[in-house]
């Protein structure tokens, strides 16, 4: 299926409601939901030459919709146990309600970090600091999302067995 911009802005038109609902079901955030089909149009009109949909365009769409949704539930999980680990952090040490003291947390964290394989390391880094998503990182460097994912768990527990 060639992709112009006319039958560009005709699936939009046609799909975009019903896509941004879907995926609202899945994450449960109207915001984070337009996000999600606003991506996929964009990856659609970005490889609309090399692209090779062998289904309906409408299969195609929905399917793409949900394994991003998927995926932003993944990413907002990581991001949740990050949050815990940094919460666990600074409970391990006396706080002192100092801004040195935070210095010395956060350079605890950073060695933590330094510390991990540096893949796993490398990984973490592009996704809980550079904020990238797990397909990015993938394809950045030519890695399955399944491995990135991987990786970010087994950095995450690594970090917990450290701040125990």
């Given amino acids: 299926m060639k992709i112009d911009k006319q039958s560009y802005q005709a699936i939009f038109q046609e799909f975009y409601n019903m896509l941004s609902n879907y995926s609202n079901t899945i994450v449960h955030n109207s915001t984070d939901a337009e996000d999600v089909v606003q991506e996929v149009f964009i990856q ?6 090399t692209l090779q949909i062998k289904t309906q365009i409408k299969y ?3 399917t793409a919709v949900k394994n991003r949704s998927i995926e932003v539930l993944r990413k907002r999980k990581m991001h949740n146990k990050y949050v815990e680990l940094e919460k666990n952090v600074k409970e391990s040490v006396e706080y002192l ?7 010395v947390l956060k350079e605890k964290l950073h060695k933590s970090i330094r510390q991990l394989p540096p893949k796993c390391q490398e990984i973490f880094v592009m996704n809980k600091m550079n904020g990238l ?3 990015e990182i993938a394809e ?6 399944k491995t990135v994912e991987n990786q970010i768990a087994r950095a ?3 970090l917990r067995l450290k701040f125990k």
């Fill in 156 to 158: 995450l527990k690594l």
């Fill in 133 to 135: 998503t797990y397909n």
């Fill in 60 to 62: 195609y769409l929905f």
């Fill in 44 to 49: 659609l009109w970005n490889k609309r030459d």
């Fill in 97 to 103: 309600g100092d801004e040195g003291e935070d210095m």
């Fill in 140 to 145: 950045s460097l030519n890695l399955s999302s």
